[in-house]
């Protein structure tokens, strides 16, 4: 475990704090990413002062979370750190939040709130590390344990029963024996959760160095409270059940971490369902959009000609298609027989197709195109439906033979 270098303003904030009487310390993920030498994402803060009186210490704050003890402080460079005063969370009613949260001077009692032991831990400057929960030894067993019982805890809040997975797929942790069988147990909990919490949490587990873990969402029984369909993307029973004998390999190693290719890869089994289940997680359009696509090409044929090739990058752009080559090939390198190998190969016919169309610039989208509407209007198509109908059309035309895309050519096509 390294020592923790705590950053110039969290030593600020806190040496602040403390010089007006108040215990401050870093606390929670940031001091576990740092401890495994990783790079924490936000440094938050917990301290025994009231909001009001964090307000009154810092010149400019902005009251995040009020009700629930945080207020950002902003130092130079409108850089933000959250403050939140110690407290201890009332009883989850609803499963989803505190019905009230009470300010609490104790330390412990803060990190006795927390979900896990590695994200129990506080630190600072004068005091050094508060373990009182044994994260330190967890860590150190690279074990995620709830902090105290785990079927309390995830009856407060079912989230954390997701959270407890993501975490072990970001480092790669195993899930201690009573937590998880807590998780198998309470996993019907799970349909309090909003939809929202339950994405960012799948998402983060997908994007992680250990995305196979999203095997654990099935093998828990968590998938059949997160969507209708959720469960069924899953059951790889049909033709594609002999490859994959251990679910765990249905997200092989080395897929680039890209959200919509991490979501369409995953979803591959139910290309038909991926919209619905991705629309129901609040999922943004444009991932939805992306993943259902790439969700469905891996069951395709691979274009044969160039043609199919440009038209093929017509819908999905350059980006988005060698995303998805990339994991085709990731997944087929996983297998040895004679179907593998063809797609392989045809993997990289393809690739080198999609490279050709590249360098020679070739209009592969309706903005490429060397006509707009306006010129078909002139041409005395009238406004509508039969512009973008013509437009398509052309577009077609330049796929086939990209050097038709000039002026004269498509409007005498056009004609
Ligand atoms: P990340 O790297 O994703 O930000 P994190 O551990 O910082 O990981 P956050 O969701 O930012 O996670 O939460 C910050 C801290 O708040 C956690 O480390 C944990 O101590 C506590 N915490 C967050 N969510 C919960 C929860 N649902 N139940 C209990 N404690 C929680
Ligand atoms: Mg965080």
């Given amino acids: 475990m390294r020592k923790i270098e ?57 009251d995040t979370g009020i009700q629930h003890g945080t207020v950002t402080v902003l130092m130079p460079g409108c850089v933000g750190y959250e403050v939140t005063t110690y407290r201890i969370d009332g009883e989850y009613l609803d499963g989803r939040h505190p019905s009230e949260v009470t300010f609490t001077p104790s330390l412990h009692e803060d990190l006795a709130r927390r979900d896990f032991t590695i994200n129990a831990m506080a630190v600072n400057d004068r005091t050094g590390v508060v373990d009182d929960f044994c994260g330190l030894s967890d860590m150190e067993a690279r074990v995620i344990r709830a902090v105290g019982d785990p079927r309390q805890r995830f009856t407060e809040d079912a989230l954390r029963m997701l959270r407890a997975l993501r975490f072990s797929a970001q480092l790669d942790f195993e899930i201690d024996k009573d937590t998880y069988e807590a998780v198998k147990e309470l996993a019907p909990n799970l349909v309090h959760v909003s939809k929202e919490r339950i994405n960012v949490e799948l998402t983060k587990l997908l994007m992680s160095d250990h995305p196979e873990v999203i095997a654990l969402v099935s093998d828990s029984g968590l998938s059949g409270y997160i969507s209708d369909h959720f469960d069924d993307a899953f059951d790889v029973s049909n033709e594609m059940a002999a490859p994959y004998p251990d679910i765990r390999q249905w997200i092989p190693k080395g897929i680039p971490n890209i959200k919509y290719l991490r ?92 490279d050709a169309v590249r360098d020679a610039g070739d209009c592969i989208s309706l903005g490429d195109l060397a006509v707009t509407g306006a010129d078909l209007m002139e041409l005395g198509i009238p406004k509508g439906p039969e512009i973008g109908m013509v437009l398509h059309k052309l577009l077609d035309e330049v796929l086939k033979v990209p050097s038709r895309n000039k002026k004269e050519v498509l409007l005498t096509l056009a004609k």
């Fill in 263 to 354: 979501w369409g890869t995953f979803l591959r089994a139910v290309p038909e369902e991926a919209k619905t289940i991705l629309k129901e997680l609040k999922m943004d359009n444009d991932t939805i959009h992306k993943a259902q696509i790439i969700a469905g090409l891996f069951s395709e044929d691979l274009p044969e000609s160039v043609y199919e090739v440009r038209k093929t990058l017509s819908v999905i752009g350059f980006d988005t298609y060698y995303a998805f080559l990339e994991a085709d090939a990731c997944i087929n390198r996983q297998f040895t027989g004679d179907d593998a190998m063809k797609r392989l190969e045809r993997i990289k016919v393809t690739k080198s197709h999609v």
């Fill in 6 to 62: 705590l950053p110039e303003n969290v030593k600020y904030i806190i040496n602040k704090l403390e010089a007006a009487g108040y215990e401050a310390y870093a606390v929670g993920g940031c001091v576990r990413d740092s401890m495994l030498g990783r790079v924490p994402e936000d440094w938050d803060i917990t301290t025994s002062a009231k909001p009001e009186e964090v307000k009154e210490i810092f010149r400019k704050t902005i």
